[in-house]
């Protein structure tokens, strides 16, 4: 991406009291991307989202849209607009009303209005709903309904608050490819809060995970899962098993890792030093194992359970250094292993990964 | 399932008892007196005669009624726009300072309200605090005439109705989902528009309710008037309590009663009506 970004965030802090809530944020976004800011609750996505919509001030730090500087502009006056976790809307006014709110406000003319506010309800499917009261709506016509009366102003960002979830299930599938499918009709550029990894994973461009007001990793959902950058980033998506182990031998792309007295090879990372202590994160469906040992990278321990889930079935398996870990696999050609029996744990080098272990230095 | 709503209703019996005696009766009774001819005293007897209604086409009777709807018009009025700033400013406030400006605005109640006129009597006294500073001043050079005007009864009775204005409409203002002002605002409306087009209308519920309570009351206020307005302002409760206590016409005290309670019946009426689609406006 070697365009101008849309949207700037430089050094964005925000303290409420003594708490920090952000810690520094940079971030560029570029037009009609789907970015997604994934975290745990209280790791700063909404805070950030409110900075950009003029909800909040950051502390310190600047928001750019479009190269101007845009950090202390009033909300009404900027060309984002949001859609709120509780959809916030009006309930004195109709659907139509409640959509057409922005364009009044706007001083547009009744003719025009009308028009938006039609093809608004064509768009999300709620033509004939137009006299309802916000009251008399579903949780998902009352989503449609504010996500029309923002997007009917065609702002340059659209912001929206975990819009899926006061939803159920099925209904959060079904929204999260009408959301896909609007986005792509608007072309509008969506900057997107969820705890949810797999809305994240299905719906994202890229993705910004964050905790504790930082950003771990901003990647495409393919880059996060494949090479996650910590054991965090790591166990916050997916079904992981991170291994503890502890650095024994560099030789240029290869690592040795020993693990309770174990060694295993690993792809090298520019950051590993000799002797560091590391995790090694292989995703519960790449881990394998089987009565005989493979020869080389296989931990040895004892199948604990296996649950069957119809496709699936999630085994798992304690290794001798005492961890636990996690295989899912096929129901097809598996090897009948009984409970008890002792196994060889393996796995492919080139589907692992050596992560930072940063799961105990939250703040 | 239709025995136990039938047990249910039982519990309403002494309710219902309650209120066919007290209100029911007594209203009967009213209704009836105002029918009768007034006698010796406090006597009162047939023939039944519309005479007392009919007497109240003088135009004393019809300029006190208007004089009445007025001031109740001008303190229902002030006390809205005094008390929704006041109401929006307490529930806006810290938890700590919110306790304080309720404990406040709540306080004078502790005190009997004939007392608390008397209070205003004495400050718009020809040589009260108020003559007295504005003279010390220089503003002025001949005492005001403060007590006795129509000036003084409005601001006896909108202090006496702001309490019942505020109340409902803090706990409004209170329960509003602040997301919906932020929505609007994100929408592009000026905090003044948002105030307008949000805030308001969700909190009408609350102002109605204020409306009324300041309204009715003040239609059938009378020591006010008397001890701040003498004379002067001859309100429909003065009227009542003249022909009762001074002519010592019960008929026509009652016809004059009927009048009163039929106008609260209509603003009532309306606030129902009014009061039904503001409800639903919450939700």
């Known amino acids: 991406m070697q365009e101008k970004p849309l949207l700037s965030l430089r050094g964005l802090r925000k303290s409420f009291d003594t708490q920090e809530a952000l810690n520094g944020l940079d971030l560029d976004v570029y037009k009609g991307e789907f970015l997604t800011l994934l975290g745990p609750s209280g790791c700063g996505k909404t805070t950030t989202l409110r900075i950009i919509a003029g909800l909040e001030t950051p502390t310190e730090g600047k928001v750019y849209l479009e190269g101007e500087d845009i950090t202390d502009l009033a909300p009404e006056k900027r060309e984002v607009n949001t859609v709120f976790q509780n959809y916030a809307l009006f309930p004195h006014m109709n659907v139509e009303k409640n959509i057409a709110y922005g364009l009044r406000m706007r001083k547009l003319d009744r003719k025009t209005i009308k028009q938006k506010v039609n093809e608004m309800l064509h768009l999300v499917q709620l033509e004939g709903y137009e006299k309802r009261m916000p009251s008399q709506l579903s949780g998902g016509q009352r989503q449609r309904v504010a996500i029309a009366r923002s997007a009917v102003l065609e702002p340059k960002i659209l912001l929206l608050d975990e819009p899926l979830g006061a939803l159920d299930l099925q209904l959060r599938r079904q929204m999260q490819l009408e959301l896909k499918r609007m986005q792509k009709q608007l072309g509008i550029t969506f900057i997107y809060i969820t705890h949810d990894q797999e809305e994240a994973l299905n719906m994202s461009d890229r993705i910004a995970l964050m905790r504790d007001g930082r950003f771990v990793q901003l990647a495409s959902p393919y880059e996060l899962y494949e090479n996650p950058v910590s054991a965090f980033a790591a166990s916050f998506i997916g079904e992981t098993n991170l291994i503890e182990g502890t650095v024994s031998e560099i030789n240029g792309d290869e690592l040795l890792l020993d693990i309770g007295g174990k060694t295993v090879r690993a792809n090298n990372k520019d950051w590993v030093q000799q002797g560091q202590k590391l995790c090694l994160c292989v995703r519960a469906e790449r881990l394998r194992y089987r009565r005989q040992d493979p020869g080389h990278n296989c931990l040895h321990g004892k199948l604990v359970a296996t649950h069957y889930t119809g496709s699936d079935r999630t085994s798992i398996l304690e290794l001798n250094t005492g961890q636990t870990v996690i295989s899912r696999h096929t129901t097809e050609q598996e090897e009948k292993v009984n409970q008890g029996e002792t196994v060889c744990v393996w796995w492919d080098i080139d589907k692992a990964t050596v992560v930072i272990d940063d799961r105990d230095n939250a703040l | 399932m239709n025995e136990k709503n039938d047990k249910k209703q039982l519990l309403a019996v002494p309710m219902g008892l309650w209120a066919a ?263």
């Open chain 2, 21 to 283: 005696a007290f209100v029911g009766l007594s209203l009967l009774y009213i209704i009836g007196l105002s029918l009768l001819t007034k006698g010796e005293g406090f006597s009162y007897s047939p023939p039944i005669t519309l005479d007392n209604y009919l007497r109240l086409r003088e135009k004393q009777y019809i300029s006190s009624l208007l004089l009445s709807l007025r001031l109740a018009f001008y303190t229902t009025a002030i006390s809205a726009l005094v008390g929704y700033p006041f109401a929006y400013f307490i529930s806006k406030a810290s938890p700590k300072r919110r306790v304080w400006l309720l404990v406040m605005l709540i306080a004078p109640f502790w005190t009997n309200a004939l007392i608390r006129i008397y209070g205003w009597k004495i400050l718009f006294y020809a040589n009260g605090p108020i003559n007295t500073l504005l003279k010390s001043l220089g503003i002025i050079e001949k005492p005001l005439k403060l007590l006795y005007t129509e000036g003084a009864v409005l601001v006896g009775m909108v202090y006496g109705m702001l309490p019942f204005f505020v109340l409902p409409v803090y706990s409004s203002v209170e329960r509003i989902d602040w997301s919906m002002v932020e929505a609007s605002r994100d929408l592009g409306a000026s905090p003044l528009k948002a105030f307008i087009t949000v805030t308001i209308p969700m909190t009408s519920a609350g102002v109605m309710a204020g409306l009324v309570l300041t309204f009715i009351p003040s239609v059938g206020l009378f020591f006010i008037s008397d001890l701040l307005g003498g004379s002067n302002t001859m309100l429909w409760g003065n009227l009542i309590q003249n022909e009762l206590l001074k002519s010592h016409d019960m008929p026509f005290a009652a016809a004059l009663s009927v009048v009163l309670l039929a106008m609260t019946a209509i603003v009532l009426f309306i606030y129902r009506r009014q009061g039904g689609e503001a409800e639903s406006m919450v939700y």
